[in-house]
Nanobody, 112 residues
Framework: QVQLAESGGGLVQAGGSLRLSCAAS?????????MGWYRQAPGKQRELVAS???????NYADSVKGRFTISRDAYRNTVYLQMNSLKPDDTAVYYC?????WGQGTQVTVSS
């Protein structure tokens, strides 16, 4: 069993930055096959934003490449999503995922 707690969402102007955190408990994040960040905007399907595998290989959605960075901290057992150059289209609820487990989500709103 893995519990995931997201934080760091909020309201930011276009061009600004936010850092999301996903604190995991119940398992060491390095024992998981994959951890990722997904997002879901109103009326749209949930989509993968970024992921990091056990080996450290990272994947990004084309829409965020060069702007977002996923990273992990073994000591804090936490995965981060650094989001720079935010756009209004990035507005969504962001969810942390670890294999079969999901966090409750954190709202990110980017104003124009």
């Amino acid at each position: 069993q893995v519990q995931l707690a997201e934080s760091g969402g909020g309201l930011v102007q276009a061009g600004g930055s936010l850092r999301l955190s996903c604190a995991a408990s119940g398992r060491n994040i390095f024992s998981l096959n994959n951890m990722g960040w997904y997002r879901q905007a109103p009326g749209k399907q949930r989509e993968l934003v970024a992921s990091i595998g056990r080996s450290g290989i990272r994947n990004y959605a084309d829409s965020v490449k060069g702007r977002f960075t996923i990273s992990r901290d073994a000591y804090r057992n936490t995965v981060y999503l650094q989001m720079n150059s935010l756009k209004p289209d990035d507005t969504a609820v962001y969810y942390c995922n670890a294999d079969n487990w999901w966090g409750q989500g954190t709202q990110v709103t980017v104003s124009s």
